[in-house]
């Protein structure tokens, strides 16, 4: 009989795309069960085990709140006995939340009555400790479906392969901070080609512009150090439990010089066996 080895447990604010990463989880062949309550989650265990089936994830929402302390317990107890366990919370701005909600035309289950934004306060306090426990958090407030799943696909195709996953994100200052990452780094100190004419409508992707990003007195080496930092950061990481980063890099609109460098520092962790995906959060938005 197959020993379950592996168990994802999908939450976040509603709307965010749990259902969407729910069904990435699928097509990589996790058995996955959604809104269980948390009290019931050594029963489902239990019963995936009787059916030999190795990978499950779990959607969980905040309606379960009552029962957090005891999903936790259920998780741990988990990892006790050698099951791989993961939290995917995802979540996204207010606004868009919002947007997405009436666009479904369906009530937040916690807005009583009230405006959807009640509901989302409500939700985002109930959920604060979990997404404090989470080991990877997606912002998907400028992801599109397709995006978003790529960014959960990379993250566990072949789980149970150990070492370290890594989303670099490019993005816009002008946009905000991606809310997800565990590093920033700045690239407005680099000459802008949006100042170049044959620069201006090309992106990061293209070869001209890459090519004058990363000529540029500094950029060399900005790489280099941001790869001796990550080095240095891995082993604790992987020593904590966590093995995904996500490394934001930024310019004013996210379309040159961080589009480029992302591209570039990518290629470096990939050659030193970081499984590496690469997301252009603002790259088409101007």
């Known amino acids: ?124 306090e109930l959920l604060r400790q979990l997404r404090g426990r989470a080991d990877i958090v997606v912002d998907t407030t400028n992801l599109n479906v397709h995006q978003l799943g790529q960014r959960v696909h990379a993250a566990f195709e072949d789980a149970d392969s150990g070492g370290l996953r890594a989303s670099v994100v490019s993005f816009g200052f002008k946009y905000g901070i991606p809310i997800d990452a565990d590093m920033v780094a700045d690239l407005r100190f680099l000459p802008n080609p949006y100042w170049i004419g044959d620069l201006r409508p090309l992106s990061g992707l293209d070869l001209p512009v890459s090519e004058y990003v990363l000529r540029q007195p500094r950029a060399e080496e900005f790489l280099t150090q941001y790869e001796r930092l990550v080095a240095l950061l891995t082993d604790g990481y992987l020593r904590e439990d966590k093995h995904f980063l996500t490394i934001a890099i930024g310019c004013t609109g996210g379309r040159h010089r961080s589009v480029a460098m992302s591209e570039a520092f990518a290629e470096r962790l990939r050659s030193q066996g970081v499984r590496t995906l690469v997301v252009h959060r603002d790259l088409g938005r101007e």
Do not use: C, W
């Open 1 to 124: 009989m197959t020993t379950l080895s592996q168990l994802v447990l999908v939450t976040g604010m509603t709307g965010a795309g749990r259902g969407s990463a729910a069904k990435v989880l699928e097509k990589l062949g996790y058995y996955v069960i959604d809104n269980l309550p948390p009290s019931l989650l050594q029963g489902a265990v239990d019963t995936v085990q009787k059916s030999g089936i190795a990978r499950l994830a779990v959607v969980v929402d905040a309606r379960s709140r009552l029962f957090f302390g005891e999903l936790m317990e259920a998780l741990e107890s988990l990892r006790e006995i050698g099951v791989d366990t993961r939290i995917l919370y995802l979540e996204a701005s207010d606004e868009v939340l919002v947007r997405r909600q009436e666009a479904a035309r369906r009530p937040h289950p916690l807005s009583r009555e009230g405006r959807l934004l009640d509901g989302f306060e409500r939700e985002r």
